[in-house]
């Protein structure tokens, strides 16, 4: 599964209910992003090849891993290249796996109030309003596009453990 939606949509929360739920792996996109923040600041030459080619090494190991139950958080931004999420759609399809795409929105005003909770920081998550707002009005987070998306969960208004379950529902189902 592939939760993309913007910054304190709620996608790690809900994916963390959502892998009890189905016994699915939790990808978090931040394992990746602060592994490379070690060596290279964000949004740097170095800091998008580097995650590139560990996301891509990850995501190339399907099928046959015996990990094809994976739940993947993303938020779509700047730094990551149009064509990275072309490969990930297109490669999984390639090799028979089936990514479904989840949508997790909230509301700004619910985003705006989860962006400072401390909570974020575990990650180096985004923690400051102000640079969301400049981020967000500069169009940081309009790229890169989702090709499809099969469901959209609104966490602003549901609690995390009934959004993973709609989720879970939703896909059973199809």
């Not at 939606?5 to 809900?14: D, E, H, R």
């Not at 590139?52 to 139950?69: A, K, M």
């Not at 949508?103 to 985004?126: C, G, M, P």
Request: charged share 25%.
């Amino acid at each position: 599964m592939f939760l993309h939606g913007p910054v304190a949509a709620g996608k790690y929360t809900v994916a963390k209910e959502l892998a009890v739920l189905t016994g699915f792996e939790l990808y978090h996109n931040h394992v990746v992003v602060d592994e490379v923040l070690k060596q290279h600041s964000f949004g740097t030459p170095g800091f998008i090849a580097e995650r590139d080619r560990l996301w891509r090494e990850f995501f190339g190991r399907f099928p046959g891993s015996g990990r094809e139950n994976i739940i993947f958080t993303f938020n779509p931004e700047n730094t990551v290249p149009q064509i990275f999420i072309d490969w990930l759609f297109a490669e999984m399809a390639r090799r028979g796996v089936r990514l479904s795409s989840i949508a997790v929105t909230a509301s700004e005003a619910v985003i705006e109030a989860r962006i400072a909770l401390k909570q974020r920081a575990q990650f180096r998550k985004l923690t400051d309003v102000a640079l969301y707002r400049q981020l967000r009005d500069s169009g940081a987070f309009s790229t890169p596009v989702i090709p499809r998306t099969d469901l959209c969960i609104d966490t602003g208004a549901l609690e995390p453990a009934e959004a993973a379950r709609q989720i879970a529902e939703h896909f059973r189902r199809h």
